[in-house]
């Protein structure tokens, strides 16, 4: 019963706006390490964003910093990936992955994942 969902994905101009959800069901975040990894055709699975939830600290990569933020709503036990000024360079499957013992941005590291939501850019 343990399972991620992303939404918010689609397509958008250069320089445009998304926000991505994760809602979890069957945890909570309490206790985990949550982070959003993109993959592109052709390319590795790379890290977006993280936030640990047992002190609220959040990494980004460099690629994005500025641009996108990461938020937590505890109620709801979702996480939020708010990404502006989308660049070409941005479209990828965006996935959410949570584990109690997740790293940063080290992909093996995290047991849960969810389907990823598809995020293109597009002039």
């Known amino acids: 019963q343990v399972q991620l969902v992303e939404s918010g994905g689609g397509l958008v101009q250069p320089g445009g706006s998304l926000r991505l959800s994760c809602a979890a069901s069957?945890?909570?975040?309490?206790?985990?390490?949550i982070a959003w990894f993109r993959q592109a055709p052709g390319k590795e699975r790379e890290g977006v964003s993280c936030?640990?939830?047992?002190?609220?600290?959040?990494y980004y990569a460099d690629s994005v910093k500025g641009r996108f933020t990461i938020s937590r709503d505890n109620a709801k036990n979702a996480v939020y990936l708010q990404m502006n000024r989308l660049k070409p360079e941005d479209p990828a499957v965006y996935s959410c992955?949570?584990?109690?013992?997740?790293?940063?941005?080290?992909?093996?590291?995290?047991?849960?994942w969810g389907q990823g939501t598809q995020v293109t850019v597009s002039s």
């Open positions: 992955a949570a584990d109690p013992r997740g790293l940063g941005f080290v992909v093996s590291t995290y047991t849960y």
């Open positions: 069957g945890f909570t975040w309490d206790g985990y390490a």
């Open positions: 936030i640990f939830s047992h002190d609220g600290s959040i």
